[in-house]
Each structure stands twice: as structure tokens, then as C-alpha cells.
């Protein structure tokens, strides 16, 4: 059973505009979210993170809305480049569990093209 | 610099034959992770550990063993590989308390004959 799913396996954009990756969840418990960025033939590094007690993070053109009872998130990239081309994970916790909240569950990950 | 490190990057083996990878990060974590990566499945925990000595499995444990004896380093080791382990593995590792965030190696890409 997926918990994490990302719907989209890939989305294009043009130079300048908004990128939206989505992602949903069904473990309620879960209570922190990151998202990574990976490039070909590199690991994932680390983008941003939402605490469930907030519903909205900013980090410069990167944006990450939450909405706890829709068990849904969004990255937001504005205004979005050639460089931000690259797969995105989104990978959820929980910090109740035996094994700690650096346990993290991804998803399939998001495969983003911007178009100049 | 604060890194993950993995080797080999590439590994072309053949079914059965032994093989390690290995794993070190030089941030004194104490949480390590080894993942996979196959297409269409996103990233897969094959196991972790919390701890020097203490390892748990992930989701695909079946066909690795790793080992902790050392905080720094956490191989991962394939007895006898099949073809169905042909994929791309990262390394992770983090703290246990504070952020989540985890700090991948750059990878291993494997393909067994």
C-alpha cells in the first residue's frame, strides 16, 4: 500500500512560469514532509520541509503548502528555470513511531522539465 | 565538506558473485539508510540503522545484510546477486533528533548479469 503517492510522473513548464508538483498521503499520522530534488546521476538533496502545525513554507521561489485534512501537499516553484529541471521526491514522517521521525516514506517522485 | 560517500559509483557483476558497497559520512550521524531506485517505484528502503550495532530492516531487505560497526560507516553487502537486483542505490544518513533531513550519497549503479 503506496502512503505517499505522487500522481504525476512528470509535468512540463515553460521558463517564467509557475511549477506545481503535487502530493498525497493516507497515513494520518504522518506529521513532517520534505521534498527532495535529484538530478540524473546524483543523489537527492534535500529542498524543503513543512512541519504539520503549518500549512504554508517558503524558502526564496520555493513555496510548500500543506492541507492536513485533504492529506495533500504542493511545492510551488515561481518563477521556475532551466536548472529546476530534475525528479522530485516527496517523502513524509512520523515522529510518533518506534523508529523515530527520521524515518522517511517517499514517493515515486515527479519528473519536471522546464522549457526555456 | 560535509558528504555521503559511496563505491563503487558503477558495478557491473555477474549472478552470485559477492559484492559489498560501501557507505562513510563524515557529519557523526547517527541514523544511516540504504535505498534503492527502480523506475516507476521511486526510492524503496532496503534497511537502516539507528545506531553502531543496531540495524533494522526496511521494506526490501530480502537478498543484502549490512553491517554498523563503525558510526561512520554502513556497507551494504549482497551475498549472491541476482538479475532483480539490478538498480540504483543511495546511501543516506541524518541525525536522530531535530531535522529529518537526510543527506543522500551519490549513488551506485549496479547491474548484475
Known amino acids: 500500500d503506496q502512503q505517499v503517492k505522487q500522481n504525476s510522473p512528470s509535468l512540463s513548464v515553460q521558463e517564467g512560469r509557475i511549477s506545481i508538483l503535487n502530493c498525497d498521503y493516507t497515513n494520518s499520522m504522518f506529521d513532517y514532509f520534505l521534498w527532495y530534488k535529484k538530478y540524473p546521476a546524483e543523489g537527492p538533496t534535500f529542498l524543503i520541509s513543512?512541519?504539520?502545525?503549518?500549512d504554508k513554507n517558503e524558502d526564496g521561489r520555493f513555496t510548500v503548502f500543506l492541507n492536513k485534512s485533504a492529506k495533500h501537499l504542493s511545492l510551488h516553484i515561481v518563477p521556475s528555470q532551466p536548472g529546476d529541471s530534475a525528479v522530485y521526491f516527496c517523502a513524509a514522517s512520523r515522529s510518533d513511531s518506534g523508529a523515530g521521525s527520521y524515518q522517511l516514506t517517499f514517493g515515486k517522485g515527479t519528473k519536471l522539465s522546464v522549457i526555456p | 565538506e560535509a558528504q555521503v560517500t559511496q563505491n563503487p559509483r558503477y558495478l557491473i557483476t555477474v549472478t552470485g558473485k559477492k559484492l559489498t558497497v560501501t557507505c562513510s559520512q563524515n557529519m557523526n550521524h547517527e541514523y544511516m539508510s540504504w535505498y534503492r531506485q527502480d523506475p516507476g517505484l521511486g526510492l524503496r528502503q532496503i534497511y537502516y540503522s539507528m545506531n553502531v550495532e543496531v540495524t533494522d530492516k526496511g521494506d526490501v531487505p530480502e537478498g543484502y545484510k549490512v553491517s554498523r560497526k563503525e558510526k561512520r560507516n554502513f556497507p551494504l553487502i549482497l551475498e549472491s546477486p541476482s538479475p532483480n537486483q539490478t538498480s540504483l542505490y543511495f546511501c543516506?544518513?541524518?541525525?536522530?533528533?531535530?531535522?529529518?533531513?537526510?543527506?543522500f550519497g551519490p549513488g551506485t549503479r549496479l547491474t548484475v548479469l
Open positions: 513543512i512541519s504539520s502545525i503549518k
Open positions: 543516506a544518513s541524518s541525525f536522530v533528533r531535530g531535522s529529518n533531513e537526510q543527506f
